[in-house]
């Protein structure tokens, strides 16, 4: 089945400073790419998506670059303010899988 | 509209009692996914409902029982749960099975005694 990798662990950033978290996927039949945010207490909200047919889609101060050779996706976040403080997961999926596979979670903290 | 909703928010059972979770989405979707989530872990799936069938049982002990009623609501049912079953209990959907969209709820946080 899927494996997803995902570091760092824990990041800090200061405010105003870029934040960037990697993810590497084992199955090259995974076409999708979502990233959550998961504040404490709280479920998880998506973030950003992307699919295997694009290599980069953006919204604000969030990007997501994906390169299907080397199997791996990252998540950007420029002008960090305090608030993207939480934890973010990638996760992968695709057709004959069902499932969405996570990965282990960042602790981003900005620091002010 | 994304959301989905669950309740209660907060649950404390024993470990003899019988409590159900509640999720209900009106986005028109036709998945929907219950999932435990531990501290500081991804989110781990437990069942997948398409169609209102069960599609996926991620091999879930029996007292977790789950239940589809229509296509806007998703039950999970609980009974002579263990201490080690406290955790967060997510309800997801999306508009199909597969490689679509997730849209999580914001969890029932479970605590057995």
């Not at chain 1, 295997?52 to 997501?64: F, H, L, P, T």
């Not at chain 1, 934890?87 to 282990?104: D, H, I, R």
């Not at chain 2, 989110?43 to 091999?59: G, R």
């Not at chain 2, 879930?60 to 079953?85: G, I, K, M, T, W």
Request: charged letters at 20%; a neutral charge.
């Amino acid at each position: 089945g899927e494996n997803v990798e995902q570091h760092p662990s824990t990041l800090s950033v200061q405010e105003g400073d870029s934040a960037v978290i990697k993810c590497t996927y084992s199955d090259s039949a995974s076409n999708y790419f979502p990233w959550y945010k998961q504040e404490l207490g709280k479920g998880p909200q998506l973030i950003i998506d992307i699919r295997s047919n694009v290599g980069e889609k953006k919204d604000q101060r969030i990007a997501v670059t994906l390169n299907k050779t080397a199997k791996h996706f990252s998540l950007h976040i420029t002008e960090t303010q305090p608030e993207d403080s939480a934890v973010y997961f990638c996760a992968a999926s695709g057709f004959g899988n069902e499932k969405l596979t996570f990965g282990t979670g960042t602790r981003l903290t900005i620091i002010p | 509209d994304t959301e989905v909703t669950q309740t209660p928010k907060h649950l404390v059972m024993g470990m003899t009692n019988k409590k159900s979770l509640k999720c209900e989405q009106h986005m028109g979707h036709r998945a929907m996914y219950w999932y435990k989530q531990k501290a500081k872990k991804p989110p781990e799936l437990m069942f997948v409902y398409s169609y209102e069938k069960l599609s996926i049982n991620e091999s879930v002990p029996s007292r977790f029982s789950p239940e589809c009623p229509n296509s806007s609501l998703l039950n999970l049912h609980l009974h002579a749960l263990q201490p080690e079953d406290s955790a967060l209990y997510l309800c997801a959907s999306s508009l199909i099975e597969g490689s679509e969209t997730q849209y999580f709820g914001p969890g029932t946080r479970l605590l057995v005694l």
